[in-house]
C-alpha cells in the first residue's frame, strides 16, 4: 500500500475499502500519428479504411494501493486530469481496473449514480423514486421523506419539476436521497461545493453521522476548505499518482502550495514540491489472510 499513515496496530478492525495495486489506462482518439497506436490486422485495416484517428494509451492512474477503515471520511484533492473521478469510479464498481482490484465490505453508493432522477418529474416524486431504486420500501420512504428534503434545502422548490432545479439543487437533491439510505460507504463526487453554508452544515452533520455508525466516505471537492472541515484524512492525486495520504490540514496545504508555484509559472519549484510529497510516502503491502486475522 501506498500510504504516509502509520497503522494503529488494532487488531480485528476490518476494513471498508482495499485498493490494491490498481492502475487505470484508456485508449482515446489522436490526431498525433507519432503517438498513435495502429492495431495490426483486420482492426488496423478497417480503421484505416474508415479514416478514424489512431488511438493513444493515455494513464489515468498509477499503480497505487490504499486502505480506509470504519469511520474514515476521505476528501481527495488534486488538479483536473489527476485521477480523482477515475478511483471514484473503480471503487464504485462502475469501472474495471486495467491492473490490480478493489475490494469493498458493501456495494459503494455513489452519489447521483443509485439515485436516477428524471428531469420531467418533481423532486417529491423524485425522492420517492430514487429511494426505491436504492432498495428502501414505502414504508421506509414515508418515515425518511421529511429529513431528505430537509437535507436538501430545497423547500418549497421540492414540488416542482426537476428540469427547472439549478445543477446545484440537483446536486444537493442526490446527495439528501443517496445519504438517506445509511450506506457503509457513500462517494461523493463535488456536490457538497454547491449551496449556501446552511447547506454544508447540514450535508457535514449527516457525514459525521455515516461515520458514527461505522460507515466511510469518499470525498471528491476542489473545495480545500470542504476537505479540512468534512474529513479526517485526504488524499493528494496529480497526473495518475498518489503524492500525500494523511491530515487534510497537511495535505491541503501542501497542495495548496503546488498550485500557486504553477499558477506562478514557477514549474522547477512546483516539481520540487511534487517530488518532495511524493517521496514521503511509506511504502507498504497489502496481504491476503486467513478469516480472523488482520495484517498491515
Known amino acids: 500500500m501506498s500510504a504516509n499513515r502509520q497503522d494503529d496496530g488494532g487488531e480485528g478492525v476490518l476494513p471498508t475499502v482495499v485498493v490494491s495495486g490498481v492502475s487505470m489506462r484508456y485508449h482515446v482518439p489522436s490526431t498525433d500519428a507519432r503517438r498513435a497506436e495502429v492495431p495490426a490486422g483486420v482492426g488496423g485495416l478497417v480503421r484505416r479504411l474508415l479514416g478514424r484517428p489512431p488511438l493513444v494509451p493515455v494513464d489515468a492512474l498509477n499503480p497505487l494501493s490504499l486502505v480506509a477503515e470504519h469511520g474514515e471520511a476521505i476528501g481527495i484533492v488534486g488538479r483536473n486530469g489527476s485521477g480523482k473521478s477515475t478511483l471514484m469510479r473503480l471503487i464504485s464498481g462502475q469501472s474495471n481496473p486495467t491492473a490490480g482490484a478493489v475490494y469493498a465490505s458493501s456495494v459503494p453508493v455513489m452519489l447521483g449514480v443509485n439515485a436516477a432522477l428524471v428531469p420531467e418529474l418533481s423532486g417529491d416524486h423524485n425522492i420517492i423514486l430514487g429511494c426505491l431504486a436504492m432498495g428502501m420500501t414505502r414504508p421506509e420512504i414515508d418515515e425518511k421523506f421529511a429529513s431528505i428534503v430537509d437535507l436538501s434545502g430545497l423547500g418549497k422548490a421540492i414540488h416542482l419539476p426537476m428540469r427547472s432545479y439549478s445543477s446545484g439543487m440537483s446536486s444537493r437533491l442526490r446527495f439528501a436521497i443517496a445519504a438517506s439510505v445509511d450506506p457503509e460507504i457513500l462517494l461523493i463526487d463535488e456536490a457538497l461545493n454547491t449551496g449556501d453554508a446552511q447547506f454544508r452544515e447540514r450535508s457535514k452533520e449527516r457525514m459525521n453521522e455515516l461515520r458514527a455508525s461505522a460507515g ?81
Not at 249 to 259: F, H, I, S
Not at 261 to 286: F, M, P, Q, W, Y
Open 216 to 296: 466511510s466516505v469518499f470525498l471528491v471537492s476542489h473545495s480545500l476548505g470542504t476537505i479540512r472541515e468534512m474529513c479526517t484524512r485526504a488524499l493528494w492525486l496529480d497526473e495518475g499518482d498518489l503524492l500525500m495520504d494523511g491530515d487534510p490540514a497537511a495535505v491541503t496545504a501542501a497542495y495548496l502550495d503546488y498550485t500557486r508555484h504553477l499558477t506562478k509559472g514557477n514549474l522547477d519549484s512546483a516539481a520540487a514540491l511534487r517530488e518532495e510529497a511524493r517521496s514521503t510516502l511509506v511504502v507498504t503491502e497489502i496481504e491476503a489472510q486467513a478469516p480472523g486475522r488482520r495484517k498491515a
